[in-house]
């Protein structure tokens, strides 16, 4: 049973910055991918960014130009550049994994994903 635990959320402006992480308590297998995904109250949980099982990161389009998605294989850390936050990145801030990514997409649906962390809450104020 892998666990993942996020940190680095806050409460920040719009326009700041903040940089979550996610740390595995294994490592991974090289077949894996990892990704972000948020809920906001009321709404469901959506994928953010993700990296497949050969490194490529996705993007939302709401986020694209904003955020950064990157990973260190060697300590098993997923992390998450957020750069010029507006409102409406205000959510809970999860992070997932597939142990085997077969289509090298099921990271970026919340319904083939095999792990979840107990999520970061990130407030951005206008």
């Known amino acids: 049973q892998v666990q993942l635990v996020e940190s680095g959320g806050g409460s920040v402006q719009a326009g700041g910055s903040l940089r979550l992480s996610c740390a595995a308590s294994?490592?991974?297998?090289?077949?894996?991918?990892m990704g972000w995904f948020r809920q906001a109250p009321g709404k469901e949980r959506e994928g953010v960014a993700s990296?497949?099982?050969?490194?490529?990161?996705t993007y939302a389009d709401s986020v694209k130009g904003r955020f950064t998605i990157s990973k260190d294989n060697a300590e098993n850390i997923l992390y998450l550049q957020m750069n010029s936050l507006l409102s409406e990145d205000t959510a809970m801030y999860y992070c997932?994994?597939?142990?085997?990514?077969?289509?090298?997409?099921?990271?970026?649906?919340?319904?083939?994903?095999?792990?979840w962390g107990q999520g970061t809450q990130v407030t951005v104020s206008s």
């Open positions: 990296i497949d099982r050969d490194g490529r990161p």
């Open positions: 997932a994994l597939v142990q085997t990514d077969y289509s090298r997409t099921d990271c970026q649906s919340r319904t083939t994903i095999d792990y």
């Open positions: 294994e490592y991974t297998g090289s077949g894996s991918c």
